[in-house]
């Protein structure tokens, strides 16, 4: 008999050993609001099939959690990949990443007459009512460990060579894959036990594929509200096809290239992507300058985006167009940290709008436009007072004002400065590679991984601090920031596709710390698991006007 405690209802039980989750979870009569999706072993996330032979504890979780929709996600689609496969068997399905609170997918069919076509509403429409009928049989999910090799040449066999390179780069000696049916996959968590369990889901067109719609969080019952993204949706589009000209579609694409010697020339040719549409935006910028009067460039993003680090760039690229660039932060802005807005827990809320003095900002921004020249504030955060330190602006014929800010897309921020005289740019980390073509990389891993990268070099939080406080930052983020990336007439996507293979070796030492005996560890575990899948590189080739310096340090600019 194991001793077995369980969280949910901090009871500790005598359970017989082999249980399953499942089985421990009926065993001890826990009560949810919804049931539960998977569970945390000893703060790991884990499948209800997993089996214990070692005392442990335990914690259930629902689909309302971030591990338990993942791992519903990842079920669903291995369900739309059975689906696709057994009506289109020699088709190829990619879930390339999330928009419009779904997941974009499309999959290539064989060329007819030399032609590839494009998906119909009627195809989506069959796929998604077989992956209805695979869902109301209850198929179980079932999870195969083999050797590595074994299974590189089971995907070998049925053409996936985007997971044969994945794990040809990976260096385990054995390998966990998953079978629905006849149907194999590869995914890097757990699955749910079986179809059944999804309750809810929804397929359909979407641009030139299809959206794989998903339950809301908050409230599992009903789909996630599909919102219009347009711009996001084209920035993804942008990223792919520079994926095509880098020849670097996947996680097992960037291994061989790097295991190739081919490192040094894949940043080059990252960085110079990246250079090139900050040129593109400066150019732009400029004409409207020229022709229409703009005079104020607002940059927004969320954290980690690189948001400071490609304000500094445009700014070069600007004075190399004949403007001369003015900045501040929407930061200097601050009330006085007595009177920012509190969370219901009664912390400061530094998030909300209401932090920022808008009539103010307001009043100054209307004064510079009038010619007039303003004395700005600077906020200092180590007394929580706004200061005036002697900082004045103007704005003369060639100069444009930049203001940086998470609230700087706000419409109520700039509502009386008419929409010609303002350029408004959304600069975000975009999913840069997938894992293969089945398992996309979360834009929000990618941030989270760089913060914890930088908390930790300045010494301003551990990595266990850090991933603490990111559901609230996330939280703000989607109240304060997302609502208006759509506002934005630029996009930039900060991420590079190399970028993991050099967050590696920085990453590893640090999550190491986060102790196994706290509830961040489930997440630095997390965060380990997936960053091994790329193989590491040196930053030393890494310029020092990289966005990834803001994080892994060595930047020429001053923050």
Excluded at 145 to 167: C, Q, Y
Aim: include cysteine.
């Amino acid at each position: 008999m194991l001793q077995i405690r369980c969280k949910n209802n901090n009871q500790t039980r005598n359970i017989a050993e082999g249980s399953s989750l499942l089985e421990i979870y009926n065993d001890f009569g826990v009560s949810m609001k919804y049931p539960p999706i998977s569970a945390k072993v000893n703060n790991v996330s884990q499948g209800l099939k997993f089996r214990l032979f070692q005392n442990r504890d335990i914690e259930y979780v629902s689909i309302q959690s971030p591990s338990g929709m993942r791992v519903y996600i990842r079920s669903l689609c291995f369900v739309l990949c059975k689906a696709v496969q057994d009506i289109y068997p020699h088709s190829r399905l990619y879930i390339e990443h999330p928009i419009s609170r779904g997941f974009y997918c499309n999959f290539v069919k064989p060329a007819i007459d030399g032609r590839t076509r494009g998906l119909t509403a009627l195809e989506i429409e069959q796929v998604r009512l077989r992956m209805k009928e695979i869902i109301s049989q209850d198929l179980p999910f079932r999870r195969h460990e083999v050797p590595t090799e074994d299974a590189i040449a089971l995907f070998r066999s049925h053409g996936m060579a985007d997971k044969v390179k994945l794990l040809e780069t990976l260096g385990k000696p054995y390998t966990d894959y998953y079978t629905l049916d006849e149907t194999i996959d590869y995914y890097y968590g757990a699955l749910l036990p079986s179809t059944g369990y999804i309750h809810l889901f929804s397929l359909e067109p979407y641009g030139d594929g299809m959206l794989l719609r998903v339950p809301d969080r908050d409230n599992p019952s009903i789909l996630a509200e599909k919102i219009a993204q347009p711009m996001t949706f084209q920035a993804y589009k942008e990223q792919v096809r520079w994926n095509v000209i880098m020849r670097l579609s996947n996680a097992g694409d960037v291994n061989k290239a790097c295991e190739q010697g081919r490192a040094t020339e894949l940043i080059q040719v990252s960085e110079a992507l990246q250079e090139k549409k900050i040129v593109q935006i400066a150019e732009e910028i400029y004409r409207r300058h020229q022709n229409n009067g703009l005079r104020i460039v607002l940059i927004t993003g969320p954290s980690s985006s690189g948001k400071t680090t490609f304000t500094k760039r445009l700014s070069v690229q600007l004075l190399a167009c004949g403007i001369c660039p003015i900045s501040f932060s929407t930061d200097d802005y601050f009330v006085n940290r007595v009177d920012t807005p509190l969370l219901p827990d009664g912390q400061y809320d530094f998030d909300n709008f209401d932090t920022v003095d808008h009539a103010l900002l307001r009043k100054d921004l209307s004064r510079l436009l009038q010619g007039e020249e303003v004395s700005v504030p600077e906020y200092n955060f180590t007394t929580g007072m706004r200061e005036y330190n002697g900082k004045r602006l103007s704005l003369s014929d060639n100069k444009v004002l930049i203001i940086e800010g998470i609230h700087a897309l706000n419409p109520l921020l700039t509502d009386s400065i008419p929409d010609t005289q303002k350029y408004r740019i959304y600069t975000s980390v975009l999913t840069s590679v997938s894992l293969d073509s089945h398992n996309w990389v979360p834009t929000r891993d990618n941030r989270l991984l760089r913060r914890i990268i930088r908390d930790y070099n300045k010494q301003a939080f551990t990595a266990q601090e850090t991933i603490r406080q990111w559901k609230n930052v996330c939280q703000s983020e989607e109240r304060w920031i997302l609502p208006y990336q759509e506002n934005a007439d630029a996009m930039f996507n900060s991420a590079l596709n190399i970028e993991f293979a050099v967050l590696r070796s920085h990453a590893e030492p640090i999550l190491a710390t986060v102790p196994k005996n706290c509830p961040e560890y489930a997440e630095a575990h997390r965060l380990l698991k997936f960053i091994h899948y790329f193989t590491p590189i040196s930053h030393k080739d890494i310029p020092p006007t990289s966005i990834m310096r803001e994080f892994v340090g060595g930047s020429s600019f001053k923050y």
